[in-house]
T-cell receptor
Framework: KAGVTQTPRYLIKTRGQQVTLSCSPI?????VSWYQQTPGQGLQFLFEYFSETQRNKGNFPGRFSGRQFSNSRSEMNVSTLELGDSALYLC??????????FGPGTRLTVT | GENVEQHPSTLSVQEGDSAVIKCTYSDSASNYFPWYKQELGKRPQLIIDIRSNVGEKKDQRIAVTLNKTAKHFSLHITETQPEDSAVYFC????????????FGTGTRLQVTL
């Protein structure tokens, strides 16, 4: 089976812009979670989607949002970008309650 | 919410030696504890996990132990090899209410020749 894929892999944006990142889970996995990874804060949970519904949400401002489509693919959107949003954004998919498998991430740089 | 602490932040061992990384968690309801390995520029890879109904799990050179009473779990790597060099993250989750993973801050393991 193909692994979790994310597009784009790299992105450079300017403060104030918005960005949309995409994640395609492993075939058959219906849950997709998003994480932000930074050197200072480590890996932090953003939100989880299952069957097109947001099931959990982390402690991030409302500028961070997401959605999931009927084919389980997911997107996350960040509006009004700030310098501090520069990070590696990882998505992870799972089939059961347990094992989560990560994609390669999207490296977002905000200038 | 859950808080996971991880020690040490860096660990250097000689090839062939053992490495141990320790984590503690705060939420007694957490029941799932995976470990991820992340090489430079790569995605985190699930290397082993343990559920709260067992105290130890082993997979070749890697083992994880869980002490629910003390709320801590550890990763043990034996006969370390240069390719074990990476950042290792522990995590905890309560799969009963939410499957979000709360991660430790990571341990940079360097295996020297």
């Amino acid at each position: 089976k193909a692994g979790v894929t994310q597009t784009p892999r790299y992105l450079i944006k300017t403060r104030g812009q918005q960005v949309t990142l995409s994640c395609s889970p492993i075939s058959g996995h219906r849950s997709v979670s998003w994480y932000q990874q930074t050197p200072g804060q480590g890996l932090q949970f953003l939100f989880e989607y299952f069957s097109e519904t947001q099931r959990n949400k982390g402690n991030f401002p409302g500028r961070f949002s997401g959605r999931q489509f009927s084919n389980s693919r997911s997107e996350m959107n960040v509006s009004t970008l700030e310098l501090g949003d520069s990070a590696l954004y990882l998505c992870a998919s799972r089939m059961t309650l347990y094992e989560q498998y990560f994609g390669p991430g999207t490296r977002l740089t905000v200038t | 919410g859950e808080n996971v602490e991880q020690h040490p932040s860096t660990l250097s061992v000689q090839e062939g030696d053992s490495a141990v990384i320790k984590c503690t968690y705060s939420d007694s309801a957490s029941n799932y504890f995976p470990w991820y390995k992340q090489e430079l520029g790569k995605r985190p890879q699930l290397i082993i996990d343990i559920r709260s109904n067992v105290g130890e799990k082993k997979d070749q050179r890697i083992a994880v132990t869980l002490n629910k009473t003390a709320k801590h779990f550890s990763l043990h790597i034996t006969e370390t090899q240069p390719e074990d060099s990476a950042v290792y993250f522990c995590a905890g989750a309560n799969t009963g209410t939410a499957s979000k993973l709360t991660f430790g801050t990571g341990t940079r393991l360097q295996v020297t020749l």
